[in-house]
């Protein structure tokens, strides 16, 4: 993946603007992708705190609080 990676930042010959600035949006794609996921996991970790919700009939509702 890296190498395909590396190929996609060094297109630049006859880019548009609008191709460089899709280039730059498909290579920031995987660093975001990657942070995504560690917060994916760290909700993962959390324990659900049970909150009481009125509008569900007082009953409580486990949810992640950030």
């Not at 297109?11 to 560690?38: F, H, N, P, Q, T």
Request: one cysteine or more; charged letters at 35%; proline letters at 6%.
């Amino acid at each position: 993946m890296a190498s395909q990676n590396a190929r996609v930042e060094d297109l630049s010959a006859g880019l548009s603007g609008e191709g460089r600035r899709a280039r730059d949006y498909v290579c920031a794609l995987r660093e975001k992708i990657r942070r995504m996921e560690e917060r994916a996991h760290d909700r993962v970790r959390k324990e659900p705190t049970p909150v009481p919700f009125s509008w569900i009939f007082d009953r409580p509702v486990s949810v992640v609080l950030h």
